[in-house]
């Protein structure tokens, strides 16, 4: 079993959709949780962390149950640059700072 | 930009062949982790160094090995290159303690004939 799981995808979405993907973990010592964004042939950037609490930035949020070791990533009014692949990051690694990457999910946002 | 740089962006080599790939950490971080995407996959972890020491590695065989200098820049050394190594080699670097956020270059792509 892989240490992330994501969603499959790709996910398909006309604008103005909402879309949501999910993430399941299986490290329960991981510490902290992040979603990163990936365009094409380029590198990852943080999109953002994902506390218990749930936090949310403008129409992006984020939200984690360590009960069910789930992360989830909700996108509100999709626009044309939201399309890009987005990977479910799980920290762990005793001393030092490994982030465990999901497979990605890929999202295209239709006009 | 992130002021994460990395040397080649991209590179051909032969099978068997050794290559070593640069990265030049953000200013103020000590701490550069590599990483290696194959096509449609996500980043898997290779190894972390922080002052010059590794401290942390993911499940790759010795013949990936790695450096970091005093200025906090880095290599990665890759001996006996494989088909299989062809991919995306990914540097991240950051302030050490539990909430600094790794940032990445923008990578070097490994094609192995």
């Known amino acids: 079993r892989k240490e992330v799981e994501q969603d499959p995808g790709p996910f398909n979405v006309p604008e103005g959709a909402t879309v949501a993907f999910n993430c399941t973990y299986s490290?329960?010592?991981?510490?902290?949780f992040f979603w990163y964004r990936q365009d094409c042939r380029k590198e990852p950037k943080l999109l953002m962390s994902?506390?218990?609490s749930g936090n949310e930035d403008g129409r992006f949020t984020a939200q984690l149950n360590r009960a069910s070791q789930y992360i989830s990533l909700l996108i509100r009014d999709s626009k044309l640059s939201d399309s890009a692949t987005y990977l479910c990051?799980?920290?762990?690694?005793?001393?030092?700072?490994?982030?465990?990457f999901g497979k990605g999910t890929k999202l295209s946002v239709i006009p | 930009e992130t002021g994460v740089t990395q040397s080649p962006t991209h590179l051909i080599k032969t099978r068997g062949q050794q290559v070593t790939l640069r990265c030049s950490s953000q200013?103020?971080?000590?701490?550069v982790s590599w990483y290696q995407q194959a096509l449609g996959q996500g980043p898997q972890f290779i190894f972390q160094?922080?002052?010059?020491?590794?401290?942390g590695r993911g499940n790759f065989p010795p013949r990936f090995s790695g450096l970091q200098f005093p200025n906090y820049s880095s290599e990665l050394n890759v001996n006996a290159l494989e088909l299989d190594d062809s991919a995306l080699y990914l540097c991240?670097?950051?302030?050490?303690?539990?909430?600094?956020?790794?940032?990445f270059g923008q990578g070097t792509r490994l094609t192995v004939v």
């Open positions: 990051v799980a920290v762990s690694g005793a001393g030092s700072y490994q982030l465990t």
């Open positions: 994902v506390y218990s």
């Open positions: 490290n329960s010592a991981s510490q902290s």
């Open positions: 991240a670097s950051r302030a050490a303690g539990p909430q600094g956020e790794a940032f």
């Open positions: 160094y922080y002052r010059e020491e590794e401290n």
């Open positions: 200013s103020g971080h000590n701490t």
